[in-house]
């Protein structure tokens, strides 16, 4: 798919809406990384591991500029493989500007994600604290998510600091709250005592 170059007008009614509002960190995920300029026109290539930029209606991606989270307006994309595609920022023209780009971590508004939780990715549901169904509380935040093997694993930080690992079933998995960021766990007893 290819965005459309917007015309000068909407560039700047767009820019304009970001300049007074510094994007927060909880208000977007992490969806992948800027790789090495690809060709000398200002094309980069993005190692994404969430697609949710080609889901839904969003024209831009945010970066991490030095600790500042700044919005790339883009103008257009290509999938080179199932985890890389190559995008042309606006106002990105030349190899060197893309160069600048490069090693940046690659960030997506949530506001803009799938609001069904049937089709949230794991990247989406980092920063969401998982309950306990049982005993009403939270358990923690969920800091990342192991999908290296078989048994996929919510890796949880706890409010006293502790780092603890929950198996991410769907049989245990009793309801997603994607508004208030929460997802309400059926716990086996003496699960969290390991």
């Given at each position: 798919m290819l965005w459309v170059p917007r015309s000068e007008e909407s560039k700047t009614a767009r820019n304009?809406?970001?300049?007074?509002?510094?994007?927060?960190?909880?208000?977007?995920?992490?969806?992948?990384?800027?790789?090495?300029?690809?060709?000398?026109?200002?094309?980069?290539?993005?190692?994404?591991?969430?697609?949710?930029?080609d889901r839904t209606d969003a024209d831009y991606l945010i970066l991490d500029m030095d600790g500042i989270l700044v919005p790339f307006f883009m103008d257009e994309y290509r999938f080179k493989t199932d985890e890389t595609a190559l995008v042309r920022f606006e106002d990105v023209t030349t190899q060197d500007k893309a160069r600048?780009?490069?090693?940046?971590?690659?960030?997506?508004?949530?506001?803009?994600?799938?609001?069904?939780?049937?089709?949230?990715?794991?990247?989406?549901?980092?920063?969401?604290?998982?309950?306990?169904a049982t005993s009403g509380?939270?358990?923690?935040?969920?800091h990342s998510v192991d999908d290296s093997t078989i048994n996929t694993l919510f890796e949880l930080v706890t409010a006293n600091g502790d780092d603890i690992l929950i198996p991410a079933s769907d049989e245990l998995i009793t309801s997603v709250d994607t508004e208030?960021?929460?997802?309400t766990m059926q716990l086996p007893e003496g699960l969290l005592d390991i």
């Open positions: 304009s809406s970001f300049d007074n509002n510094m994007i927060k960190k909880e208000t977007v995920y992490k969806i992948g990384r800027i790789g090495k300029p690809h060709g000398v026109d200002g094309e980069v290539s993005f190692h994404f591991d969430d697609d949710v930029f600048t780009l490069t090693g940046c971590d690659v960030y997506f508004p949530r506001e803009h994600s799938d609001s069904d939780s049937d089709s949230l990715s794991w990247a989406a549901i980092v920063g969401f604290h998982v309950v306990d509380k939270t358990v923690g935040e969920i208030h960021r929460q997802i």
